[in-house]
């Protein structure tokens, strides 16, 4: 089946510093892929988005590109913030948006 | 995208009671989902809600345990009965709008 790895956390930076989160997939056919992100004490706010091959989606300052001949679709920031500070899922629906898989989360933590 | 709200917002239970968890969006949506996130975990889902069928559960969940109703399209509840301290965690619905999932803010749930 499908699945979503991410780099373990937790991560911690330095404000202004650049971020990399790393997710890699398995999927069969065409899926779409997300990060989403997760404040404390809040639910999940998407991100952004990618839905096909060589996609960047970006928002926030933050981006990500699909890359299908490695499998991967890793976040980056050029400048993180304290108010960054919170968790982040990589995930990916199937080729009809259905079936979303999560990534196990990787907690940010950005010290001013 | 949707906006979505959740009721209540946290609740502090004793052991072998039940809670209702609802859930309203502000636009008709067809898909409509529950997932459980542990303390520090990733998500889980454990039922799909579409309105005017039966909830569809992964494995592991069970109607007993987690009944669900969808009597329109815009709104959804989820009961977690006959409560134990295992099911303490954050419960969150979520709807399906094209190929992305929007959350509502999660239901903090403490079983004592």
């Known amino acids: 089946g499908n699945s979503v790895t991410q780099m373990e956390g937790p991560v911690t930076l330095s404000e202004e510093a650049f971020l990399t989160i790393n997710c890699t997939y398995t999927?069969?056919?065409?899926?779409?892929l997300f990060w989403y992100v997760q404040y404390p004490g809040e639910g999940l706010q998407l991100l952004l988005k990618a839905t096909k091959a060589d996609d960047k989606g970006s928002n926030k300052g933050f981006e990500a590109t699909y890359r299908k001949e490695t499998t991967s679709f890793h976040l980056e920031k050029g400048s993180v913030q304290v108010s960054d500070s919170a968790v982040y899922f990589c995930a990916l629906s199937d080729n009809y948006g259905q079936n979303f898989v999560f990534g196990p989360g990787t907690r940010l933590s950005v010290l001013p | 995208s949707a906006v979505i709200s959740q009721k209540p917002s946290r609740d502090i239970c004793q052991r072998g009671t039940s809670l209702t968890i609802q859930c309203q969006v502000d636009?008709?949506?067809?898909?409509m989902f529950w997932y459980r996130q542990q303390p520090g975990q990733s998500l889980t889902l454990i039922a799909t809600a579409n309105q005017g069928s039966e909830a569809t559960y992964e494995s592991g969940f069970v109607i007993d345990k987690f009944p669900i109703s969808r009597p329109n399209l815009t709104f959804s509840t989820l009961t977690v009965s006959n409560m134990s301290p295992e099911d303490s965690s954050i419960y969150l619905c979520s709807v399906g709008t094209g190929f992305e999932q929007y959350f509502g803010p999660g239901t903090r749930l403490t079983v004592t």
């Open positions: 636009s008709q949506v067809t898909m």
């Open positions: 999927a069969t056919g065409y899926p779409s």
